[in-house]
């Protein structure tokens, strides 16, 4: 039977500095907040947050949005994070990174990071619902690889982009920019994605058909490319299964809001606890024994040798924290 290894803490964290974003992403998990309306949260809450990652002695720190260069204390904050020796690296949509930004990142030991890109310019820009959005995202890429900041491209996959994923780093690569990697996301139906999920969200056959470009953009193009969440291993060809990142959600991994609330997944909803009002390591360790227990799998998935955590918890709208893939089947579920 398989089972999870339970640490005090988790190693790394996406910290959600603010929920503010300026693009409006058709599929944005965030977009159930109404950010503008809640604003930035002020620089001395996500300083507290920031001290109480350090107690609990997490390792790195990614700075997670809404998009983090909107924040007005980014830089603040992040020489803090500096001066606390966190790893550090972030996720953001790019059109806010001129040279001055990555010489500021770069000043504070960061050297790689995260930038959304949804396909080549017209499918990009219409994703994001924002003309000259590209551009910018492109912008930010070649700035931060020109200071030296290693760029990992993060594709969420959707019926807009799913076919054009080798397109868009054939593009990349004739134009120069050379990433580091890029990584495929689960479209998940939460924010504007969830509004009209069945007829927005991609069947099995259209998941399994993006596995084959990304051998291609490994062989023909010489790019890392993997699909960065989980997948049920038993649903997919076994040459493919090294390209599933996985998942180390409720063990490794964690997510923190700009309010201090903790979750296992960044974009699950629901809370184990605040870190404002409960230490992270009693959270962590008290709080998320019935995930790592992992009674709530299917009996074949916890005896699984390719254990893969059941697929990914954030496919499964209705399944709370955490649930099987949306692929796994319900009558597995039945048999657990």
């Not at 929920?19 to 996500?46: K, M, R, Y």
């Not at 904050?77 to 500021?104: C, M, P």
């Not at 990071?113 to 930010?140: N, R, V």
């Not at 609330?261 to 360790?285: D, Q």
Request: hydrophobic fraction near 35%; charged fraction near 25%.
């Amino acid at each position: 039977m398989n089972e999870l290894i339970s640490l005090k803490a988790p190693l790394s964290v996406n910290f959600e500095v603010s929920p503010v974003c300026d693009l409006a992403c058709e599929f944005c998990f965030n977009s159930e907040i109404n950010s503008q309306i809640l604003g930035h949260p002020p620089l001395n809450q996500t300083i507290s947050i920031l001290n109480k990652l350090a107690e609990a002695e997490v390792f790195e720190i990614r700075f997670f949005g809404g998009e983090f260069f909107v924040y007005p204390y980014w830089q603040e904050l992040l020489e803090y994070a500096n001066s606390l020796d966190f790893f550090l690296s972030f996720v953001s949509n790019g059109t806010h990174i001129d040279k001055d930004v990555a010489k500021k990142l770069a000043a504070n030991r960061i050297i790689g990071g995260a930038i959304s890109l949804h396909g080549t310019k017209e499918i990009h820009d219409k994703i994001t619902k924002k003309e000259g959005s590209f551009e910018s995202a492109i912008h930010g890429i070649k700035t931060c690889i020109e200071n030296n900041i290693g760029i990992s491209i993060l594709y969420t996959l959707t019926k807009n982009n799913y076919r054009h994923v080798f397109d868009t780093c054939l593009w990349l690569k004739e134009n120069n920019l050379e990433i580091d990697e890029i990584n495929v996301g689960r479209l998940t139906p939460y924010g504007r994605a969830r509004s009209d999920w069945e007829k927005a969200k991609l069947s099995l056959k259209e998941y399994l058909s993006v596995f084959p470009l990304l051998k291609k953009i490994r062989v023909k193009l010489g790019i890392r490319a993997s699909f960065g969440d989980s997948f049920p291993l038993c649903l997919l060809p076994f040459e493919f299964h090294d390209y599933v990142i996985s998942c180390w959600q409720g063990t490794g991994f964690g997510h923190v809001d700009h309010k201090g609330n903790i979750r296992s997944c960044s974009i699950a909803k629901g809370s184990y606890g605040n870190i404002l009002e409960t230490p992270l390591t009693e959270i962590w360790v008290n709080r998320l024994t019935h995930f790592r227990s992992l009674k709530w799998l299917p009996i074949k998935c916890r005896k699984c040798n390719d254990f893969c955590g059941g697929g990914c918890s954030a496919s499964c709208y209705d399944g709370g924290l955490y649930a099987p893939d949306e692929f796994i089947s319900k009558k597995q579920r039945r048999l657990s």
